[in-house]
């Protein structure tokens, strides 16, 4: 019973199914932070709006824990996953080439990661730690203004260099992360196979370029 | 071609090893990269010093026992092919050429660039094999077989058991390998029966062997020797996953 536990690919099974999980999250929060580029008044109100929205639903909250839990789980995967290549990789080759036979992002994983983990924990601190705990002025609907909080951050050029980076990271974590999660899984038809890594990648750079031009062109825009 | 070596010499696998050099003046181009091996052995033997040891056996590409790191590749720089089928004219003249042994813990090095691979000999005696009774030899077409399957089956069964796969592998997982027998296996009527008791067992004695996990980085396709596609892992975690989800014990 413990091997099940402690075996790679009940691991590995686990890692796909959260990473996927977040992967489809990251649609839906890039469609509602698409918001913040409507016309300035409009977006305030109606950003407020939506915030509020979600954070007053049940449903929602609940959905945010699983959230929370696919991220600490694959995260804890990870690191396990991490800790176990070490041990099975035992002495270091001392002339290494063996890069050459596969994607950089692949062998990377565990670096794009630790970038995305990293930024989640300013973001969560910025806006979500802000939102729900801190103190913040009100709309004229009387909805708190995170409309504001967000464009102001986003005055600085660092900040959107900080996201940008971010998001490429992001990027790249999913440009393997999506197919090799379905290969987990047990995805083995090759027509299928080749499919679900050409529309990996589409989302990938779909995702990534949706994020992107967020904080960009609220920087030009201000 | 002069060509000039690098090779890992190491006592056995407690003491620590380091690249030793070695020139050899008198390389044919057309000789095997083990050939090579031996005309620097030979010069060794006459000097009196230890020759370098190194595995192999049919020295024709489907035996699986050679196998070192060229350069930092698993069986050299041609893909998907063995140490004894590369040749030196995949060299120039005055190279120098890094030798060492496939490394991961679960192949611990035995002498030099030879290396014990019992841990994936294991894997197989845990269920790499059909144990239902077959009884006499049946007459050939009793049990049909598609060309496709028979061609499919012996894609994966063309596997030679080198170990490139875990030496190509940044986890030192031995995933293709262990795919690869699964998946011939279920691909026919006779190994079909019991291939739920032979993923969980094969799987678990490659967790117990200290093998790494598949990131699906698919360095290990690319450096076999066969060819074996990448497939066969996620066909591993198809039946495993099946297995554990569906089938009553
Ligand atoms: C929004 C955030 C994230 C998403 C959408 C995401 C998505 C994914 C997906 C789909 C996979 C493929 C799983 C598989 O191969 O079966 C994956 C793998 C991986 N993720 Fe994430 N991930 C995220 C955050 C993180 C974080 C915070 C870390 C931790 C440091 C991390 C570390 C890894 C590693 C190391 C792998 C590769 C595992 C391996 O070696 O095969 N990821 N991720
Ligand atoms: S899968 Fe390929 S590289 Fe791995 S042991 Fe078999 S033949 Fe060698
Ligand atoms: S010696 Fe048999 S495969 Fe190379």
Known sequence: MMIYFKNALTRKNLMALTGLFLSFFLIIHLLGNLQLLLPEKEAQLQYNLYSHFLSGNIVIKLVSYVLYACILLHTLDAIYLGIKSKKANGPKLSRDRRSRASTWQSRNMMFLGIIIFLFLVIHFKDFWYHYKFGELPHDENGNKDLYTLVVNAFDSIWYVILYSVSFLALGFHLLHGVASAHRSLGVYHPFYSKLIRILGYLFSILITLGYLIIPIIIYIKH | ?249
């Open chain 2, 1 to 249: 071609m002069k060509i000039y070596l690098k090779i890992w010499r190491q006592k056995d696998n407690h003491s620590k090893g380091c690249f030793k050099d070695y020139t050899v003046d008198d390389v044919n181009k057309d000789m095997s990269f083990l050939e090579m091996l031996d005309t620097l052995n030979l010069k060794l033997v006459k000097q009196g010093e230890r020759p370098v040891e190194f595995d192999h056996d049919c020295r024709e590409g489907i035996c699986g026992q050679c196998g070192v790191m060229i350069n930092g590749i698993a069986h050299g720089p041609l893909k998907n092919t063995t140490t004894c089928q590369l040749h030196m004219r995949s060299f120039k003249d005055g190279d120098t050429i890094y030798v060492e042994p496939f490394k991961a813990a679960a192949f611990p090095i035995v002498r030099d660039l030879k290396i014990n691979r019992s841990a994936l000999d294991r894997i197989i005696t845990s269920g790499g094999f059909v144990a239902v009774d077959t009884g006499q030899a049946p007459e050939a077409n009793s049990i049909p077989i598609t060309y496709q399957e028979a061609e499919s089956a012996f894609d994966s069964a063309a596997c030679i058991g080198c170990g490139a796969c875990v030496a190509s592998c940044k986890n030192s997982s031995a995933a293709l390998f262990t795919g690869a027998k699964i998946t011939h296996l279920e691909l026919l009527p006779q190994g079909q029966k019991e291939t739920h008791v032979r993923v969980t067992e094969m799987v678990e004695q490659m967790e117990k062997e200290g093998f790494g996990h598949c990131s699906n980085t698919e360095a290990c396709q690319v450096e076999c020797p066969e060819n074996i596609s990448v497939l066969n892992i996620a066909r591993m975690n198809y039946e495993y996953n099946k297995s554990k989800l569906l089938v009553k014990k």
